[in-house]
């Protein structure tokens, strides 16, 4: 992977925290899903971009953005509670 996808979607990650914390979900997630696109081994951009999505309500897709996390992870921290807690659901 290029160095320079790796860094803009590091970029994106921050951005999409700014605007999660500013309680401006969906700029968010479409930072976070811009973020996964350009680097897909991005756990953090795929950790956050479930956390957001289960802000928003869209379980379906934070319990899919938590599998994938943890298919590439299984050890992120967090990442099996939230699963678990929405595969519950």
């Known amino acids: 992977m290029d160095s320079d996808r790796k860094k ?11 605007y999660y914390l500013n309680q401006k979900y969906d700029q968010a997630v479409e930072e ?11 756990t953090d951009a795929r950790y956050n971009l479930g956390i957001a999505l289960e802000t928003i309500n869209d379980l379906e897709g934070a319990r899919d953005t938590f599998e994938k996390l943890l298919e590439l992870d299984p050890e992120y921290k967090g990442a099996q509670e939230h699963y678990d807690r929405l595969v519950e659901q």
């Open 8 to 18: 803009d979607a590091a970029k994106l990650v921050e951005l999409g925290k700014f």
């Open 32 to 42: 976070y899903r811009q973020a996964v696109e350009l680097d897909p081994r991005n």
